[in-house]
């Protein structure tokens, strides 16, 4: 049997951490214990739909459901350039479309493998079996991390940090194997990294304090020049980054900096810094959206101002601390480095934190909290097995906050009652009632939303519709000219504007917007009937029937479109021309009713009776409402016959035809 022998990692650095060798744990059953944690505490993710950016992200985007590689590669998608990640969501749609079991399913094998190799980096590094899993462990179960696990659009989380873990070890291999092939391997795996999010961009500075604090490799400009690499890919990428979300006007730099001043930027900044601690040993009250403090009366709550001095505090604490223990400096710095992108000095966005942000730099504060407790177990057996009993909250927490992320009502309910007016919330949840065609109440929350300061574009045209709905068209405008506002360049907002002008008789007002609306979207079948309706009341046939024609070619199953191009015939009065447009109609689809309706009236006006009757009796096969009855009633009775008309008015009648029965009524006629 080998020998265990003890020795001290790095003993400038910690006297606390030692490594047993040989190692007692097997890789294969560390990963295969991790992957039953993680399946087992997010159980519950089986029940999740799409929720939230899911829509923007996969259902609602062209590029995934028709798998266009070049926008897939090449665009931004809801402020961010991140090709890797839409590719594997494309993917994904085009194995199982809208069912969801596959994102999730991928999400949880991705998250398990980058605790894995948590565990394998910090074993490699020389740190004792339990620090590694230890920190593995919390990392796995940790329910900060179901937000980056559960939710299929922040697949870009537990993506960029495989490839960056990956690019990490392999810098390592260079470093203590000196073994330059893997130099170009980490650098391969960083450019993943950084084509699955943006904020993969702080590599290089983790790599330079693992140099300093963990390597013990001395200030050089050697050892500084290998990172050129790694820095010009983070230029290139942070470049594009910042260019994708000012494209999205995702950059609320400008907005903020008009809200608070610096000193109070100061404090929520150090709010921030300190939640992600204090969650990450509490986690609870953990909700999709934590938004920037009201001022009230003219200053941020005085919480803000105690996290400003508590911030100061930790920064002292860690300091001091770190000047006895180097590893105190690495965890504190990797949080720090990996958040730094968001955490708001550079305001991205509406909310001051986020439980998804935490996802890799929950490694530094984790880490930490491992070699505590290694430090406690090795003063007192009583804190032998404390860390799995922490693993063990963690996971029965993460298991119920998975559940929040079912639907928008279980998600941001709860954030409604510790926001009740904060407008994302309320949009959110107006939303969820939208989805459910729910909308009085859709309205309500959307509105709201609005009332409170939510300058949205989609909450203002939603709104908007709603009332072109409601036949409410000044309300709708008013709506519709907002969304202008906030994103001028919509096709949507166009189409509505000459939708409710349409409505409103504005025909000569509606036709630029109409216009404007197919210049952007050429092929969109409302938007194209839109300007064919405004066509027609302008008198302008020919363009209307030119429309109507390249709506069939697009729609060749469009009904109405052939119904419309049939009644510009009439407008122009072609009564027979119409008549066979809509005789050839009647043949291409025998069950469309209005095709009856229309060509029987021409038949009328052109005194041809009994062929019209003809035609309304064959729709009597396809009618449940008593229309065709009642309209040979009619006709029956204008020419003077009475008791075949009366015939057909009973017939109306016992369908429900209110017409026909007071017809009936008012004659004194039972039925």
Request: charged fraction near 20%; glycine fraction near 4%.
């Amino acid at each position: 049997m080998a020998k265990k022998s003890k020795k001290t990692i790095n003993p400038e650095i910690s006297e606390n951490i030692t490594l047993d060798a040989p190692s007692t744990l097997k890789p294969l059953y560390v990963f295969l214990g991790l992957a039953v944690g993680v399946f087992l505490s997010y159980a519950m993710v089986w029940q999740n739909g799409f929720v939230w950016d899911d829509d923007p992200y996969i259902k609602l985007n062209e590029a995934v459901k028709t798998f266009d590689l070049n926008s897939l590669l090449t665009g931004f998608h809801v402020g961010n350039y991140h090709p890797l990640t839409m590719l594997t969501l494309a993917l994904e749609y085009l194995l199982v479309g809208e069912s969801t079991w596959l994102y999730h399913f991928n999400n949880l094998v991705l998250h398990t493998i980058n605790s894995y190799l948590i565990f394998k980096i910090l074993r490699y590094l020389a740190f004792s079996e339990f620090v590694g899993l230890i920190t593995a462990v919390f990392f796995a179960l940790h329910p900060l991390h179901v937000e980056s696990v559960a939710w299929a659009a922040e697949r870009k989380d537990v993506l960029y940090t495989l490839f960056l873990l990956l690019s990490f070890f392999y810098y390592l291999k260079v470093k203590k194997e000196e073994k330059k092939s893997f130099y170009a391997i980490s650098l391969a795996y960083f450019v993943l990294a950084c084509l699955s999010k943006g904020m993969a961009v702080v590599l290089p500075a983790l790599l330079i304090i693992t140099d300093w604090w963990i390597l013990k490799k001395p200030f050089s400009v050697k050892e500084l020049l290998d990172k050129i690499p790694y820095f010009v890919v983070t230029l290139i990428f942070a470049y594009i980054a910042t260019h994708a979300q000012k494209d999205a006007g995702a950059d609320a730099t400008a907005v903020i900096n008009a809200a608070y001043t610096p000193f109070e930027r100061f404090k929520i900044v150090s709010y921030s810094f300190l939640m992600y601690w204090v969650k990450a040993i509490f986690p609870v009250n953990l909700i999709p959206f934590y938004p920037y403090p009201p001022k009230i009366d003219g200053s941020i709550p005085g919480i803000f101002s105690l996290a400003a001095l508590g911030f100061i505090l930790f920064a002292i604490a860690a300091f001091l601390l770190g000047r006895k223990n180097k590893l105190i400096w690495w965890a504190v710095s990797f949080f720090v480095i990996a958040i730094s992108t968001v955490i708001q000095i550079l305001p991205v966005g509406s909310a001051i934190f986020a439980d998804r942000y935490f996802y890799l730099s929950s490694i530094g504060p984790l880490f930490l909290f491992a070699l505590g407790l290694d430090y406690l177990k090795k003063k007192s057996s009583m804190f032998q097995g404390f860390g799995y009993l922490i693993a063990l909250i963690f996971a029965a927490i993460t298991f119920f906050q998975t559940t929040h992320w079912k639907n928008l009502y279980t998600l941001f309910k709860p954030a409604e009652e510790s926001y009740p007016e904060d407008a994302m919330v309320l949009s959110n949840l107006g939303w969820y009632y939208l989805g459910i065609n729910d909308f009085p109440m859709a309205k309500q929350y959307l509105q709201r939303a609005d009332n409170n300061g939510f300058k949205n574009a989609d909450v203002c045209r939603t709104l908007g519709s709603m009332f072109v709905d409601e036949q409410n068209y000044p309300e709708a405008l008013k709506y519709i000219e907002k969304s202008r506002e906030f994103l001028p360049i919509s096709s949507r907002t166009e189409w509505l504007t000459a939708l409710a002008m349409l409505r409103t008789g504005q025909f000569e007002k509606a036709l630029p917007y109409s216009v404007k609306a197919i210049e952007q979207n050429p092929t969109d079948f409302d938007f194209l009937t839109t300007h064919a309706q405004i066509l027609t009341e302008l008198k302008m046939y020919d363009k209307a029937e030119a429309t109507n024609k390249e709506i069939i070619r697009l729609y060749p199953d469009k009904y109405d479109t052939r119904l419309n191009l049939a009644f510009l015939e009439r407008l122009r009065g072609n009564l027979q021309k119409e008549i066979s447009m809509l005789d050839k109609l009647i043949s291409l689809a025998p069950s469309y009713l209005p095709a009856y309706r229309n060509i029987g009236v021409s038949l009328s006006e052109l005194g041809e009776n009994d062929k019209a009757v003809e035609y309304w009796q064959r729709a009597i096969v396809y009618d449940t409402t008593g229309d065709y009855e009642y309209n040979i009633g009619i006709n029956y009775a204008n020419r003077g016959k009475i008791e075949v008309a009366k015939e057909y008015y009973i017939k109306a009648a016992k369908k429900g035809k209110p017409e026909a029965i007071q017809i009936l009524k008012n004659n004194g006629v039972s039925f």
